[in-house]
């Protein structure tokens, strides 16, 4: 303050007494990211005049500083197998993270650590929560959904998408019967030919009937009778008794032989018509089992559903009386989770034995995890959601990066961004279906059942065949 003037604590600024002028002052932020008075306008006869915004905008300049990331390794979120430098890290968490370091001007460095963070029966924190509640990180780069006991630690971002519990179970695949020869029908097959033989066998006693009065009638012209056998109704249900009781009374041996052969021939042709026509069916076009879209597809499946123990969102989601799957949870088989990273057990996942409970995020890592590029889906995830959570990440309690990061994130999501390089890295390698450039052959294993019935077929001959030995040597 000058000689002459003094402060003026109702306006905030210096007053010039031999001009009338007051010396307006606002706040500036200082590299070292304080914040200091300085002046910025005037003010004097009623107007006011400002060279500099009176508060202005928030910096966003870290000036290349250092910011510690804590991450765990997530398939399509965040991995980094080269250095610790956020810049050579991959997935879209880390594509977010080298935008904002961008925007702050600062240098991400990280640091790995194991799981998202628990805590444990002595109240100590660890995975990337310990991280940053120990000091040793600013940001911890997982996509977390917030509860109450990690909100006590450290603080949380705005939402950065969308994170649903699915159900991450087999893909459809062709359904390959080996004893098709001896699984004669299906309950649908079983009623077309039922109701397809009902209808033969009714047209064939009307027909019959009407051939017999036909023949009769003719008889009758060539040889005089006093009898009249060639009524319709009369022969329709003679025909109708040589069907049921096989008894031809009143007719010629010939005939009656001839006519029930017929309709056996009718009756047999329609069967072996439905039996053959069903298994062409199955062999050309292929069957594909059912995938599983939701719970009740999952519950009423052969599958066994199973869930982490040590992701909170399945965990609670079974466990608490509020979850979705509370009233199933005793059909739900935990695990630890070490195992569910093995290939023996995706190969159950993939044949259909196990489905998993999961975030979308795990599940799709895990499944391009176990899969090449280009090769036939193996897995499948369900169309509809258990849960939808809002995935965040996490700050240091009062962290003075926390209103930056949110100004960048809340501008990223308002652009689409954040979906669209999320949709990217989640992706998968495999392919729906493979192009097949035409028909191909018959495998093996879907005709062995007729191997099956020859076996069987030339096992009873044997059989027969020593019985009639040992018999014929007693005699």
């Not at 915004?53 to 398939?75: M, R």
């Not at 991450?168 to 299906?186: C, D, E, N, R, V």
């Not at 309709?263 to 062999?283: P, R």
């Amino acid at each position: 303050m000058r000689v002459g003037e003094r402060a003026d604590v109702r306006t905030g600024g210096w007053m010039d007494d031999s001009r009338g002028r007051v010396h307006v002052g606002g706040m500036m932020p200082r590299p070292d990211w304080f914040w200091e008075l300085t002046l910025v306008g005037s003010y004097a006869t009623h107007n006011l005049s400002l060279f500099k915004p009176l508060w202005p905008q928030t910096s966003y300049d870290f000036h290349g500083g250092n910011i510690y990331i804590a991450f765990s390794q997530k398939a399509g979120t965040i991995e980094n197998q080269v250095n610790t430098d956020v810049m050579d890290a991959r997935g879209y968490l880390a594509d977010i993270l080298k935008i904002v370091m961008e925007a702050l001007n600062g240098t991400g460095v990280l640091r790995l650590t194991q799981g998202a963070g628990d805590k444990d029966s002595k109240g100590t924190w660890n995975g990337v929560i310990g991280v940053v509640v120990r000091g040793e990180a600013d940001i911890g780069a997982v996509d977390f959904m917030p509860n109450h006991q990690r909100k006590e630690v450290v603080d949380f971002s705005v939402a950065i998408g969308q994170d649903p519990v699915i159900i991450f179970s087999s893909a459809p695949y062709i359904i390959i019967k080996p004893m098709l020869l001896l699984q004669i029908f299906s309950p649908e097959s079983r009623g077309r030919g039922s109701n397809r033989c009902g209808r033969a066998s009714r047209g064939t006693v009307i027909v019959g009937g009407a051939v017999l009065s036909w023949l009769r009638w003719v008889e009758s012209g060539l040889i005089p009778t006093t009898s009249d056998k060639s009524r319709l109704p009369f022969n329709v249900i003679l025909v109708f008794k040589m069907q049921v009781f096989q008894s031809s009374r009143g007719l010629p041996p010939g005939a009656s032989a001839r006519l029930l052969a017929g309709f056996l021939m009718l009756v047999a042709l329609c069967i072996g018509s439905v039996y053959s026509g069903s298994i062409t069916a199955f062999l050309v076009i292929p069957f594909r089992s059912t995938p599983i879209n939701s719970v009740e597809e999952m519950l009423d499946s052969d599958v066994i559903p199973c869930g982490r123990s040590k992701t909170n969102t399945v965990a609670n989601i079974i466990n608490n009386p509020t979850g979705a799957l509370y009233s199933v949870r005793h059909l739900v088989r935990i695990m630890g989770g070490e195992e569910l990273n093995t290939q023996q057990y995706m190969d159950q996942v993939a044949k259909g034995t196990y489905a998993i409970i999961d975030t979308l995020s795990s599940a799709m890592g895990r499944a391009n995890r176990f899969t090449r590029r280009g090769d036939r889906c193996k897995y499948h995830t369900s169309r509809e959601n258990i849960q939808v959570n809002l995935d965040t990440i996490a700050l240091a309690r009062n962290s003075r990066y926390t209103s930056r990061i949110n100004a960048v994130l809340m501008s990223l999501q308002y652009f689409g961004f954040i979906q669209n390089v999320k949709r990217m890295h989640y992706q998968p390698l495999c392919v729906a279906e493979l192009e097949d450039s035409g028909p191909t052959p018959l495998r093996l294993v879907q005709v062995q059942g007729a191997f099956f019935v020859l076996s069987a077929g030339l096992g009873l001959s044997l059989a027969v065949l020593v019985a009639e030995c040992l018999l014929m040597r007693r005699l």
